[in-house]
């Protein structure tokens, strides 16, 4: 006996990667709808049980294989592919719950169409037959996966599981809003496609479905345009780069980096099979020094013009009275949407200067041929025209807050982020709206009070709690009818002073994570103190798979 105690100890000693069966837990970021737990009963999950499924569906099959790799990441369980009408631990279902009750609808009685909300749903039952996740489409087995994923114990670096516990439970969720979107800007520095691909597994995590991708900048252009080639070789690269905020000091470095229309289809189909939309943005006619710098004809004064090396608004801007600008951008948008199959088309329409319109003949003229009085009417001429191309290709045009100043069709969408007036507005207008207000959700903000203890960033405070904060439907000035035009929140990562992927992450993180539970809860739901104590759980997860945040939240 004694020989054996002994034997057994060695065993143990040998084997570190081994350790006991630990519980998951579903206080998960963000929370879903409806959770009820037992926790006094559990179904254990081993290595070599199954997971059951239709593997005819490529879409299902591909969310199958994503559980399957998260549970053998994050636990090292490794689960066996069963086909549908075999019994195993796992089971995939197509058809929700609460869609039974439409079944007994009165012969003739019109079953309401889902929204895509509803869509996205997903139930998760778990009991003594295993874990049940049943969805109306493949999206709602992704989030179902997702949910399960963030719920899984984590074992330190060198260890792994032999088996996972997992209480009693009937999961049923779907989303708050239609629009859960972050931004990155690659325009002020160029982060590569393995960053990007990560940025999008991160908000793919936290629910997110809108990447707002900006793609051109003063300092520099990053999008591949093949009938104009020179436009990103050229306008990609700046010759140095001011050190600090405008400081006068330049670092002497070339630098540059744009996205082949290769790439890009590359990054929208990782994207595609994360339920993540991208909408590109192509900055007109303002923050265009640098398309001005390879096509010095399309400005006021001919240039020369530099891709910008500091940071802010150039005065210089895209000619609005030379024909040659709209066929310029039509170029570059029309390729622009062969690439993304995107619904929604960015083109900005913010900051731009109109200092060099009063001055330059081209313009004045155009006003008269017109009958425009003010030079702002310019920049509304150059957006209809855009929004009616765009339309012509089935597309929906995005600006920024300041395209509601000369007027929109009933298709432009503002995404409002001088505050939240701009959104409001269109609101009324029955204009669609994104909600991406400075003061909520401008992530390039410090969020710690002492700046100090902070890479260098552009200014101002944004600390985790304010995010968590923020309502988007703004119910005291906005009714009913008018709260249904906004689509959702966005948080947005300008990139001036954020050169390097650790960076970027630490700026998102856990912002994210309260900008997510403003997107997928409703406001019953969201308690910031719960909130607090769910996120350590997220910051663990973070460890595991090597993403970089703040440490801190305020």
Known sequence: MKMKKILFSMFLMLTPTLMMAERADYCIIPQPKSVQTDTTQVFVLRAGMGIAYDSSNPEIARNVQFLRQWVEELTGIKLQLTPADKKAAVRFSIGFPADKKNKKAKKGQKVPELTEQQQEAY??????????????????????????????????????????????????????????????????????????????????????????????????????????????????????????????????????????????????????????????????????????????????????????????????????????????????????????????????????????????????????????????????YINHEMEVFLRERGRDMIGWDEVLEGGLTEGGIVMSWRGINGGIEAAKQHHRVIMSPTTFCYIDYYQLKDQGRQPLGIGGYLPVSKVYSFEPLIPDQLSEEEQQYILGPQVNLWCEYVAYPQHAFYMLLPRLDAISEVQWCRPDQKDYEGFKTRLPRMLKLYDKLGINYCHQIE
């Open 123 to 380: 139930a998760i039952t778990i009991d003594k037959n295993g874990i049940n996740i049943q969805a109306r489409q493949p999206i709602g087995f992704f989030r179902a996966a997702q949910t399960l994923r963030k719920s899984l114990p984590l074992p330190a670096a060198d260890r792994s599981f032999i088996a996972v516990e997992f209480p009693y439970t009937k999961i049923t969720d779907e989303p708050r809003f239609v629009y859960r979107g972050a931004m990155l800007d690659c325009a002020r520095h160029y982060f590569p496609l393995e960053t990007l691909k990560r940025y999008i597994d991160v908000m793919a995590l936290h629910g997110c479905n809108q990447f707002h991708w900006h793609l051109t900048e003063d300092q520099g252009w990053r999008f591949e345009v093949k009938s104009l080639p020179e436009l990103a070789k050229q306008g990609s690269v700046r010759e140095e780069t001011v050190i600090g905020r405008n400081t006068g000091v330049y670092d002497g470095q070339r630098y540059g980096g744009y996205y082949t229309q290769a790439e890009c289809r590359e990054l929208v189909n990782y994207a595609a099979e994360r339920y993540i939309n991208i909408i590109p943005e192509i900055d007109l006619p303002g923050h265009m020094m640098g398309a001005l710098h390879v096509f010095p004809n399309l400005g006021c004064t001919g240039g020369p013009y530099p891709v910008w090396p500091q940071w802010g608004v150039s005065r210089d801007v895209l000619c609005a009275g030379n024909p040659e600008t709209l066929t310029f951008l039509k170029t570059v948008v029309g390729e622009l949407c062969d690439v993304f199959p995107s619904k929604f088309i960015h083109i900005g329409g913010d900051e731009s200067p109109r200092d060099r319109w009063k001055q330059c003949p081209k313009c004045q003229a155009k006003l008269k041929e017109l009958g425009l009085e003010k030079e702002s009417q310019l920049q509304t």
